[in-house]
């Protein structure tokens, strides 16, 4: 057996390096990489629960991404998007505000080899619906939560707006890892989750200290526009007005001491620049 293996390791040894240097080695995981993907988008009737007036900006709809992070320790899924059943329907859905999903996660990861059972963690920025979309259908992953996030979703009655927790229930039985405040994902520092709550209890950023891209921030929902983030503006729904303006203070800091650059999730006009999976950030 042991002998096999290692025939099967060099032989992929050999493949990849008389490729092109992108085939991926089974059994072996990446430096570090982001892939980016879309999981839905939303249309808003009105951006005023945002605190931004109607006449302020003509945006009105948002990307809503999940991500997956691929370190040498594992693999990390961030947000979860909308949840897989809005792909049922063709084209955008619902009342007031209204949701589309093209292609669900599930689908899109198999263009890269992986399925909802290939992370090793998962992680989302808050429980809103349109980030924890398909908790329930990942298995095996570790559950990485503040505390504070964790209580307010799985009171009963659940004490946060917005969460709809038929989406994440089975997150219950999850390995999960209680955290209250920042935490190093892998231990060497290349992907921190870092504490900026606000918006919900437990909302959390997270930092991806990339080789060849930089450093970025994926921002949960601590902006949901750029001119949200110019103007310091705190949506109405926002569990906590002061923890958020301090969350502000603090992220904008933590990227500005780490050179970071801040991607906000929502914003459309810059998700749409992005490189989708299969390609990938490095
Ligand atoms: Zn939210």
Redesign the pocket.
């Known amino acids: 057996m042991i002998r096999n293996a290692g025939m099967l390791t060099w032989f992929f040894l050999l493949v990849g390096g008389c490729g092109n240097g992108e085939m991926s080695e089974p059994e072996s995981l990446a430096d570090l990489r982001l892939y980016v993907f879309d999981c839905g988008m939303l249309r808003l009737e009105t951006v005023e629960d945002f605190s931004v007036a109607n006449d302020e900006t003509d945006v009105r709809d948002l990307s809503v991404p999940c991500y997956v992070i691929e370190h040498e320790k594992g693999r990390l899924l961030w947000d979860g998007g909308l949840p897989s059943a809005t792909a049922d329907t063709d084209g955008w859905q619902g009342e007031g505000m209204l949701l589309r999903l093209d292609r669900t996660i599930a689908d899109q990861l198999a263009d890269i080899d992986l399925n909802m059972s290939s992370f090793d963690l998962m992680a989302f920025s808050?429980m809103?619906f349109?980030?924890v979309g398909v908790a329930n259908e990942v298995r095996g992953a570790k559950l990485i939560i503040q505390e504070a996030e964790y209580d307010a979703a799985f009171a009963d009655p659940v004490t946060l707006p917005?969460a709809d927790p038929s989406l994440y229930n089975k997150l219950k039985d999850a390995e999960t890892l209680f955290i209250n405040g920042d935490h190093d994902v892998f231990g060497d520092g290349r992907v921190r989750i870092i504490s900026a709550p606000g918006?919900?209890p437990g909302h959390q950023v997270l930092f991806v200290d990339l080789t060849n891209t930089g450093p970025i921030v994926l921002s949960g929902?601590l902006y949901h526009f750029a001119l949200s983030r110019a103007e310091r503006r705190v949506p109405s729904f926002n569990v906590d007005t002061d923890a958020t303006l301090a969350s502000m203070d603090r992220i904008e800091a933590f990227l500005v001491e780490e050179g970071a650059t801040l991607w906000i999730e929502h914003e459309l006009a810059l998700f749409e620049t992005l490189n989708k999976s299969p390609e990938y950030y490095d």
Request: charged letters at 25%; proline letters at 0%; aromatic letters at 0%.
């Open positions: 808050h809103h349109d980030h917005g918006h919900t929902d």
